[in-house]
């Protein structure tokens, strides 16, 4: 096998619509910030350079609402349903997972972009597997890059997944035009 086998995009695992309102219920929101990353997860802009919301925080009580957790139970039976076909494809994989990190919503605008990096985590959980939902189109650049020159074409509602281990370096390119949103979780055993 190739090493880009293990790269598995799963089409339109999530409706149009579903993206879209994903997409408005946030965009406007207060609570963007800075993504984090690195073993200090802090503020790294020349690695990292894009904003987040973790729509994942049910020990928040201040996010709580029946909304976030009605769209966070809809988040995981979509990624459940995309893994299983990542599971049919490698059945050793359901070993390693039996727990996620919850769903973080991603924003690039132009000039924003993650740089080359692998996906190891900074929790006490060990990442098996990296799933990340495209949820518009309508950009240039924000492409999935693989090992400095492998991309991999994504489309709206479509999931990509791989291995969350150190030989699948992978990176976001820069935004050029318009704003890229996506949702990232990472699966993995505790």
């Excluded at 993504?35 to 200090?40: E, K, L, M």
């Excluded at 997860?41 to 609402?65: F, L, M």
């Excluded at 994504?154 to 996506?182: A, L, Q």
């Amino acid at each position: 096998m190739d090493m880009r086998d293990y790269i598995v995009v799963a089409k339109g695992l999530i409706a149009s619509e579903k993206c879209d309102e994903i997409v408005t219920m946030f965009k406007d929101s207060d609570e963007w910030v800075n993504a984090a990353c690195g073993p200090d997860n802090g503020y790294h802009p020349d690695v990292r350079n894009c904003n987040i919301i973790r729509v994942s925080r049910p020990s928040e009580e201040k996010y709580a609402s029946e909304a976030r957790t009605l769209l966070d139970a809809d988040l995981f039976g979509i990624v459940s349903s995309a893994v299983k076909q990542y599971i049919e494809k490698f059945p050793y994989v359901a070993a390693v997972i039996n727990s996620d990190e919850g769903y973080d919503l991603m924003r690039y605008e132009p000039g924003q972009k993650v740089s080359r990096h692998i996906d190891v985590g900074a929790t006490s959980a060990t990442r098996a597997l990296s799933c990340s939902i495209q949820l518009n189109d309508g950009f240039v650049g924000g492409e999935w890059q693989f090992f400095g020159d492998v991309k991999i074409p994504v489309e709206k509602g479509d999931i990509v997944m791989f291995p969350s281990n150190f030989c699948f370096d992978h990176e976001v390119t820069p935004v050029t035009e318009g704003v890229r949103y996506s949702l990232l979780t990472f699966l993995g055993y505790k």
